[in-house]
């Protein structure tokens, strides 16, 4: 199990008091602390806003929990890699780089667009109930079959750039409250189906990171009563002036629902 670093730099700080009080000399407050966020649009922060043009299609923002988590903790350098749309393959292509052997700490979230996340949405949206839930079903035999070994290769090229980081690894919260607020949109058989399946991901994940001996942060409970149909949605329901918002979390999701969870994990 690897020491969080944070507790690290809670000691040195004490350290640092105390050679100061007592006459030791002068000692250095400020630790060199790394951080990395990879990931996909969840990480990036799709669906809340206020994006930074010159992250282009990647769409990272401020208002993203990565973006959140370093402004209110100030380490002394903050990568923000991950992109929107980002498959496993993308992280190891296009992400690993700022990572090396002196990070501290690395945030991920990547799976659901190697499971066919988009497509599973676009099935169940445009089609029948009974060609979603084959959809759905296809999704979950891909995360039996092949997502494991593509965690596996990510995670393993993470352990190898930065050895000595704690690595969070984040899931995806349910998309529907049942028996919800909704009176239009898919069915309740759909909408229990694709709840499933975020269930299915994330267990696959959770599993694949702790063999690894990452850290894994279910927002499930976090965003619960906050779904879509619950009256108070932190997530984007069907968005046809904005498709790609569609299903993401909102602005309030990240600092409300991802950020605390990924903030108890560090």
């Keep these: 199990?690897?020491?969080?670093?944070?507790?690290?730099?809670?000691?040195?700080?004490?350290?640092?008091?105390?050679?100061?009080?007592?006459?030791?000399?002068?000692?250095?407050?400020?630790?060199?602390?790394?951080?990395?966020?990879?990931?996909?649009s969840y990480s990036s922060g799709v669906g809340s806003?206020?994006?930074?043009?010159?992250?282009g299609s990647c769409k990272r923002t401020t208002r993203a929990y990565p973006a959140l988590w370093a402004a209110a903790h100030s380490p002394q350098t903050f990568s923000f890699a991950a992109c929107s749309?980002?498959?496993?393959?993308?992280?190891?292509?296009?992400?690993?780089?700022?990572?090396?052997?002196?990070?501290?700490?690395?945030?991920?979230?990547?799976?659901?667009?190697d499971a066919g996340f988009s497509d599973?949405?676009?099935?169940?949206?445009?089609?029948?109930?009974?060609?979603?839930?084959?959809?759905?079903?296809?999704?979950?035999?891909?995360?039996?079959?092949?997502?494991?070994?593509?965690?596996d290769q990510v995670y393993n090229a993470i352990s190898s750039r930065a050895p000595s980081a704690r690595v969070v690894v984040l899931g995806y919260p349910r998309f529907y409250q049942l028996n919800g607020?909704?009176?239009?949109?898919?069915t309740e058989g759909e909408r229990s189906a694709i709840n499933g399946a975020s269930d299915y991901?994330?267990?696959?994940?959770?599993?694949?990171?702790a063999d690894h001996g990452f850290a894994f942060a279910s927002v499930a409970g976090a965003f619960t009563g906050h779904e879509i149909c619950s009256g108070d949605a932190w997530l984007h329901s069907v968005n046809w002036t904005n498709i790609g918002e569609s299903y993401h979390p909102t602005a309030t999701g990240q600092s409300s629902g991802y950020l605390p969870v990924f903030s108890g994990k560090v």
């Design 49 to 55: 806003g206020n994006y930074d043009s010159a992250s």
């Design 201 to 209: 991901l994330n267990a696959a994940i959770a599993k694949r990171a």
């Design 120 to 151: 599973v949405m676009t099935t169940c949206v445009l089609q029948s109930e009974s060609t979603c839930v084959n959809r759905v079903n296809q999704a979950k035999a891909y995360v039996d079959s092949t997502l494991p070994g593509q965690l």
């Design 181 to 186: 607020s909704c009176i239009a949109g898919l």
């Design 1 to 40: 199990m690897r020491l969080p670093r944070l507790a690290a730099l809670a000691s040195s700080l004490i350290l640092a008091a105390g050679a100061a009080l007592f006459g030791a000399g002068q000692a250095s407050a400020q630790a060199d602390f790394g951080y990395v966020a990879l990931g996909d």
């Design 85 to 113: 749309g980002a498959r496993t393959g993308d992280v190891l292509s296009g992400q690993l780089g700022p990572l090396n052997s002196g990070t501290d700490l690395v945030s991920i979230t990547i799976g659901g667009n």
